[in-house]
């Protein structure tokens, strides 16, 4: 028995080979185990994470049944770590630069069609690409979302032509990696790292018995009755089984108003009409709303004031006369001139910058202007929109907490809710405001009501409309449009166009006010961070919620 013990801890285990060839710029850690060395140039698939120690050829995934609910790990073999081939590809370049502007290459294929190919970049961190000679990750792990860069690769996959062409059937999936070098000339690909292919039954559209599906009853809110209007209950119990099978994720709640009454009301995954809900970037939306009841009691002079009648400017770093002129109508549509964007890594003014320091507001006032980005041109930067909350904070009665609960929520019943606060506890217009699925509802339907709420006008007529203009087109996203604080776009259902504006958060957090339609939607989720966020939540909304409820 000692003796067979022996044999196997010898099988699972060899001394450290050298994975080095002649001029290699970095030492790597070698091939460390017997089954690296029988697969150097595989990509093999698993159902669950297993340690390359205990990982057996037996373990290898030849045929997977791929559902909402499958979890898919891959282990690469590679003959050397991914610093030495890039060096390849760059043998001038130190190990710093090559892995700073280099990378794997993922390339995904279906059935010997190419459906993705994506160049990954920054991850893993530099010390892993030079020494390590295996990647053992998840593409799939539904208990562990979000969490591994390889994650996201699958999640933009799906979202750039994977989901749809992974049906219902048979497939052959293919991954294909290779090192690639961003060079003065462009991009350099090297050669074929590892491969690996796995046939797959795919089951992801679940067929559900409607019959199991109930539908939760409508019960009484303050500021809402019931609608007495019909719609096809059909479409919504199978969207809810799909919801609670997971063909739909993380999702949290759905509200539907029509004609200023309670449609549609169902929560999933433990909550309830009871739950604060953390909608994210949606609660940037609130700082617009406040605005124009500020500019109303002469708190505001008007959305043209400019920040050097807020804050001296002199005393912030990086001063320039242009600072001086960004209006309050610039942080409103994002498109101030300050260097901050949060869909840009390398920008300064990216929010996860700000987050880790104390004060946010210098923060903001210290960033540089931009020098490469046209003016005027649109931009997401959540730094400007907690700034908008900060001159709010300092212009009205009492701070922008006390002011917001006299003015918004006790004119419209809301009790229970928490606000965020910045380091010097200000109300956080950056997001994250915490409010009910169904008071999430009243303030989409207060802007349905041009600003009334029983008979109140709490938002100004004329600043709703302003809210509601097209005053920035989205850069790369065709027909879509920024307000103050405000989205816009059209879902399409057949032939017909539905125009809204909406909040948005991460997540896939949503209030959506219809211009051509008696609707306010609310969708609340908890897919923070996850590509498929928001993509799952347009298809909801034009393959279930909009055609249920449509006349």
Known sequence: ?????????????????????????????????????????????????????????????????LTNKSNLFMTVFMGNSLTNCLHRLAPDWPADSLTRHGGYQFSLYIDH????????????????????????????????????????????????????????GSHLLRLEIRPYELLPSGVKEG???????????????????????????????????????????????????????????????????????????????????????????????????????????GYLKGEDQTLQEFYDLH????????????????????????????????????EENMYPTDNWVKFTLDLPVSVTRPRDRWHYFTAGAMLMGDILNKSVQGGLEAYADLRLFSPLGIRDYQWPYTPQHVANTAGGIRLKALDFAKFGQLYKNNGVWNGQQIIPAEWVAKTFTKYKALPNRP??????????????????????????????????????????????????????????EDRMMEEFILPAVLN
């Open 113 to 168: 069609r190419l459906v993705y190919k994506s160049n990954i970049l920054g991850a893993p961190y530099p010390q892993i690409k030079d020494t390590e000679t295996t990647i053992n990750k998840p593409l799939i792990d539904n208990d562990h979302e979000g969490t591994w860069w390889s994650q996201f690769f699958w999640g933009r996959f799906l979202i750039h032509g994977g989901d749809s062409a992974l049906t219902e």
């Open 479 to 536: 027909d879509e449009y920024y307000g103050y604080l405000f989205w816009n776009k059209k879902y399409h259902v057949g032939d017909k166009a539905y125009e809204t504006w909406y909040c948005a958060g991460n997540g896939g957090n949503k209030i959506f006010i219809f211009t051509d339609q008696p609707l306010v939607v609310v969708l609340m989720a908890t897919a923070y961070g996850l590509p498929y966020a928001h993509v799952q």
């Open 1 to 65: 028995m000692r003796f067979l013990t022996l044999l196997i801890v010898i099988q699972l285990w060899i001394p450290p080979l050298s994975a080095q060839s002649p001029g290699d710029l970095v030492k790597t850690q070698g091939i460390r185990y017997a089954i690296h060395k029988a697969n150097i140039g595989r990509v093999i698939f698993t159902s669950r994470d297993i340690p390359l120690s205990a990982l057996k050829p037996g373990d290898f995934l030849h045929h997977y049944v």
């Open 191 to 297: 050669v074929l790292i590892a491969a690996g292919d796995l046939p797959v039954s795919v089951n992801r559209k679940p067929k559900i018995d409607l019959s199991g599906v109930h539908l939760t009853p409508l019960q009484p809110y303050d500021g809402f009755g019931i609608s007495k209007d019909g719609y096809d209950t059909n479409k919504l119990k199978q969207l809810k089984g799909w919801v609670e099978a997971g063909v739909f994720k993380h999702i949290s709640s759905i509200v539907v108003i029509k004609n200023g009454k309670l449609l549609i009301e169902e929560y999933f995954n433990g909550e309830d009409r009871n739950s604060l809900h953390d909608p994210r970037s949606a609660g940037k939306s609130f700082a617009s709303a406040m605005t124009g009841i500020a500019i109303r009691e």
């Open 315 to 350: 005393h912030y770093a990086n001063y320039t006369p242009e600072k001086e002129t960004v209006r309050l109508k610039d942080l409103l549509t994002m498109s101030s001139a300050f260097d901050g964007d949060d869909s840009d890594g390398d920008s300064p003014g990216n």
